[in-house]
């Protein structure tokens, strides 16, 4: 009660201050009114009694005041009084505070932003119920530089092993498909998985089920359960999905499951994955033989859950003995190298992968911490300026009786508001920034969203850093002796500019921090430049392709191929058109095989790695790769002649030891009987991977008696012209056939690049940010330094010092700090761009840009940094070339 | 000016609560029915009595309210509350402890 009471009491107090005072008014005013009634009744004249109440009475404003200091302020009140006092500084130094604000917004919100997605991509690992017990299985592979995978024969072999294993499951590498919906065909990612797949990984289904043993033998009807996300986002998070047909590929599958919330996939890298398919079903998709082939390019991760009190020491020693076996039982089929227990929450994604993928995450990280960084040493640079500048302020303060209590939690609630601002722009900023990002399309859906962790940690360290840096100055400055102070003396105390003070050191780190970032940000573009200008090998000027499915559409197979004939002929009949061909799936899809050359050993070591490209008669000539020797596919090739194919250079040297390798021969690994001959030899083409992958080959789909799926044309006019005529052409040809990809060649290119621009232009951004913040710090400093020095200027000029003299003192101080700081930055750089060439060390199967030292762009850089350093420093110093020296002298 | 004995602050408290303890009253009464009671021996100055005032309803020891005075005039009236009245028998107590004490001292030497 009596709390209640108490607390009451101070709320009014708080919010009703105005009354209180009327009311103390009001109160006093009746007591001396009383006293004056009592001193007239006792026989005084009015006037008398009054004076005399009044005389006992005593002042009447230091009882207020008494009254005042009896209720106490409590910490409410204090509180409020701070803010309020806070808030009118604030903004009363709007160009300060707005500064400030736009520099922790900014160093938050981007940060933020740029962390999510690195988040999304990299480090959004799924939390598993008892993550220790789950076992990542690889066969090593036949090639020692090559990527271990897994083969279905080789997972029944391993899912034997019960007493080891509680639960084994085998799922597929995401792969394409294209699926059905609503009447549009769209680009799906799927996952062949077994029926265990969701009690190994621990998890459930959300609704419905997932398949069950008579749905994973081979022939049954096809069921599949669709992702959780790509439930809500394509199929409007309706329960009634459950039941319905949809069709992938052309073939009708049942949905009877929706996947678990919060699971995108096997491969936690922020790739979301649109439906699972039982693994037997690849035989009703045409890719039978992935369930039977034993070497390791069937391209299946297998992943177990031990059982309890089985370790990971146990489970290897069994798989080594089971590697042996299989070697030993399949000379010519298995990779023969043993198997590989790993621990899965030892690795991110894969063993052999986890390097670059670490290296380029710890690198975008340092980046966005970059920017972080400077902006808040920028911060902390504003805040020392102006709290320096308070010096005086905060001495006249002490000197009428504030105790340093009181000034230190003044200055504190200041910070505390400042940062809270900034941080609050700085949320908003992230959000904006990762609603943007979202916008950026890209061929596979990633999970963007915003992280609350990161948001809570940036804002943490910008609040910390307001807090210790408004802190510093006050408590400093309430350290210091009041009478110089107050004199304007302080100045003369001041430490030389070149000396190391806390202030010089932050315009240093800065300068350097952001010349490193501009360097790093020159990394990515050198990367992207690299990739733009890479030969592609083939033309792309005039070359429009068009892309459809006819499986979708229940076409036979020979009715396909008529419609296709029939677009071909009419297609070149455009008038512009120089060639025309038909091939399947878009040009530059490759596909690894391995295959075994005639005349070598037909065992698995002597088998290379190459891959495929489909074609067709004409193809070569339509995309102008240059043929080298013997011919090119024609009408000849067909389903009922040999088998031929045409190679690249770098094929025909390496494996077959001569540029003109026609006549010679070769198979696939999977296929032993069939031989491959030679017909021609082809300059080699960029195949859409970073770094080519040499070993080409083109087979014919003709001669696989397959439908083909795409014509490309190339023109001698406008290939956007050329892309709407065939696109005229298909439809009055054949209405009901639906286009899954209409392009140019140069759009095609153009889109392919889209993620490593985004990249590059989100760095560049960066990188201008933290210029642009840099230089804001300059700003001020130099600003600072000038009207810190003004009496001195004054005196100089007055003694008759040339002008630029003077702007050339002020300035000298500052240049040499930005010069050690972009020295400094420049030496990072460097230290950087080799660090990454070495973690990018060419990884097995995937070669990644490596970047090279580019000493124009960091002169470049030290330009922009100098320039910068300019631009910052001509205001002020302007400022002090016109000062007036009489003013200055004065100035205090 | 006649002499104007100081009372200690705690006393203070004291006298005032136990002058409301009856029936409320504003301050200009309070002070007066102290001097009554004591048969002039203690006079509280307004200086002390409202800071006190204001100290004891800081507290919650006891309350204010507007009314209306013995001449219609606005007053702000204090009142014991509950607590109030437990925490004066406190201070009774306290006080008889403290006199007799003192007492016993000053008779001793």
Redesign the interface.
């Known amino acids: 009660?009596?709390?209640w009471?108490?607390l009451q009491?101070r709320l009014r107090s708080l919010f009703f201050r105005d009354r209180r005072e009327s009311?103390l008014r009001?109160?006093?005013q009746?007591?001396l009114?009383?006293?004056t009634?009592r001193l007239q009744a006792s026989g005084l004249p009015r006037d008398a009694a009054r004076l005399h109440a009044r005389r006992?009475?005593?002042g009447v404003e230091?009882?207020k005041e008494?009254?005042r200091?009896?209720?106490?302020l409590s910490w409410l009140e204090t509180l409020a009084r701070d803010l309020r006092h806070s808030l009118r500084r604030l903004i009363r130094d709007w160009r300060f505070t707005t500064a400030a604000v736009l520099i922790l917004g900014l160093g938050i919100g981007a940060n933020t932003a740029m962390f999510s997605v690195i988040n999304a991509v990299l480090f959004r690992h799924a939390s598993l119920p008892e993550p220790a017990r789950l076992v990542d299985i690889y066969q090593r592979s036949a090639d020692p530089g090559g990527q271990d995978f897994n083969s279905y024969p080789a997972y029944l072999d391993v899912a034997d092993y019960t007493d080891l294993f509680a639960s084994t499951m085998a799922t597929s590498i995401p792969h394409g498909a294209t699926y059905q919906h609503e009447g549009t065909l769209r680009p799906a990612l799927i996952e062949n998985t077994t029926g265990r797949y969701l009690s190994v990984l621990g998890l459930r289904p959300s609704l419905g089920r997932w398949f069950s043993p008579d749905e994973e033998t081979r022939g049954a009807p096809v069921v599949t359960v669709l992702g959780h996300r790509t439930w809500r986002s394509r199929f409007g998070a309706d329960p009634a999905v459950i039941g319905r047909t949809v069709r992938i590929d052309g073939v009708p599958v049942l949905i009877v499951g929706i996947g678990p919330a919060g699971h995108n996939g096997t491969i936690n890298i922020g790739i979301v994955t649109d439906f699972w398919l039982p693994i037997a079903s690849l035989e009703a998709f045409g890719m039978a033989d992935a369930l039977e082939r034993r070497p390791n390019e069937s391209m299946f991760l297998v992943k177990a859950r031990l059982r309890d009190g089985v370790t990971v020491a146990q489970a290897q020693a069994a798989m080594d003995i089971l590697g042996r076996r299989l070697a030993a039982e399949y000379p010519n089929e298995d990779p023969g190298r043993g198997i590989r227990v790993v621990a899965s929450k030892d690795i991110w994604i894969h063993p052999q992968f986890d390097g670059p993928i670490i290296a380029t995450a710890s690198t975008v990280l340092v980046i966005v911490g970059l920017v972080l960084a400077i902006a808040c040493s920028n911060l902390a640079t504003l805040l020392l300026v102006r709290g320096a500048s308070r010096a005086k302020d905060i001495s006249i303060r002490l000197a009428i009786g504030a105790t340093r209590r009181q000034l230190v939690r003044q200055v504190l609630t200041e910070s505390l508001l400042l940062s809270s601002v900034g941080g609050a722009a700085g949320c908003v900023l992230a959000w904006w920034g990762i609603r943007w990002l979202r916008t950026v399309e890209l061929a596979m859906t990633i999970d963007l969203a915003l992280d609350g962790r990161v948001l809570a940690f940036a804002i943490a360290v910008a609040v910390l850093t307001g807090i210790a840096c408004g802190l510093a100055p006050a408590l400093s400055a309430t350290n210091v002796d009041l009478l110089p102070t107050l004199r304007g003396e302080g100045a003369a105390q001041a430490v030389a500019p070149r000396r190391l003070t806390p202030k010089n050191a932050l315009i240093i780190f800065q300068v350097s921090m952001s010349v490193l970032l501009l360097g790093c940000a020159s990394i990515f573009l050198q990367a992207a430049d690299a990739e733009r200008t890479k030969p592609l090998g083939y033309a792309v000027d005039g070359v429009a392709m068009l892309e459809t499915d006819s499986r979708f559409t229940g076409y036979s197979a020979a009715h396909a191929r008529t419609v296709y004939d029939e677009l071909l002929r009419q297609t070149a009949t455009i008038p512009g058109v120089e060639s025309a061909a038909l091939t399947r799936g878009l040009p530059g899809g490759i596909t690894g095989q391995r295959l075994v050359v005639e005349g070598t050993a037909g065992d698995r070591e002597s088998s290379v790695a190459a891959v495929m490209i489909s074609a067709g008669p004409g193809y070569v000539e339509t995309l102008r790769i240059p043929l080298l020797h013997g011919r090119a596919f024609d009408a000849r090739d067909r389903a009922n002649t040999p088998r031929v194919a045409v190679i690249s250079e770098t094929m025909a040297r390496v494996y077959f030891g001569t540029a003109n390798a026609v006549g010679r021969r070769f198979r696939l690994e999977s296929e032993p009987g069939s031989w491959t001959e030679v017909i021609g030899v082809v300059r080699d083409v960029g195949t859409g991977l970073v770094d080519s992958h040499p070993h080409q080959f083109y087979l014919s789909f003709t001669q696989a008696d397959a439908v083909p799926t795409t014509i490309v044309a190339r023109t001698s006019r406008d290939a956007a012209d050329l892309l709407a005529a065939m696109q005229r052409k298909l439809r009055d040809l054949d209405a009901s056939l639906p286009v899954t990809t209409a392009k140019t060649m140069a759009q095609a290119r153009a889109d392919a690049r889209t993620a490593s621009q985004a990249i590059a232009a989100s760095l560049v951004a960066l990188g201008t940010l933290g210029l642009l913040l840099a230089s804001v710090g300059l700003y001020a400093v130099i600003a600072f330094a000038v009207t810190r020095r003004s009496r001195e200027i004054g005196i100089r000029l007055a003694l008759g010092a040339p002008r630029q003299r003077v702007v050339w003192s002020v300035l000298r101080g500052v240049a040499g700090l930005v010069g050690i700081g972009t020295a400094l930055g420049l030496a990072l750089s460097v230290l950087a761009t080799l660090a990454l060439r070495a973690a990018y060390a060419p990884a097995p199967g995937v070669s990644l840009y490596r970047p090279t030292v580019d000493p124009v762009a960091l002169l470049a850089i030290a330009l922009i940094m100098g320039l910068v350093g300019v631009a910052a420093a001509f205001v002020p110093a302007r400022r002090a070339v016109l000062t007036d020296p009489l003013v200055a002298l004065r100035h205090d | 000016m006649s002499d104007q004995t100081d009372v200690l602050q705690g006393t203070l408290d004291l006298l005032i609560m136990r002058t409301i303890a009856l029936e409320p009253m504003?301050?200009?009464a309070i002070a007066l029915r102290i001097q009554q009671v004591s048969n002039d021996l203690l006079r509280v100055?307004?200086?002390s009595l409202?800071?006190?005032l204001?100290?004891l309803?800081?507290?919650?020891w006891i309350?204010a309210a507007?009314g209306v005075?013995e001449?219609n005039?606005?007053?702000?009236y204090y009142a014991l509350?509950?607590?109030g009245r437990k925490q004066l028998v406190i201070e009774v107590s306290k006080w008889d402890r403290l006199s007799a004490g003192v007492n016993l001292v000053v008779q001793r030497t």
């Not at chain 1, 200091?69 to 106490?72: E, S, T």
């Not at chain 2, 309803?57 to 919650?60: I, R």
């Not at chain 2, 005039?73 to 702000?76: P, S």
Request: net charge neutral; glycine share 10%; proline share 4%.
């Open positions: 009660m009596r709390l009471h108490i009491s009311d009001e109160e006093l009746f007591h009114e009383r006293e009634e006992v009475f005593g230091p009882i008494a009254c200091d009896a209720r106490g | 504003h301050g200009w100055q307004q200086g409202y800071p006190a204001h100290r309803e800081h507290q919650g309350t507007w005075s001449n005039r606005r007053a702000r509350t509950k607590a």
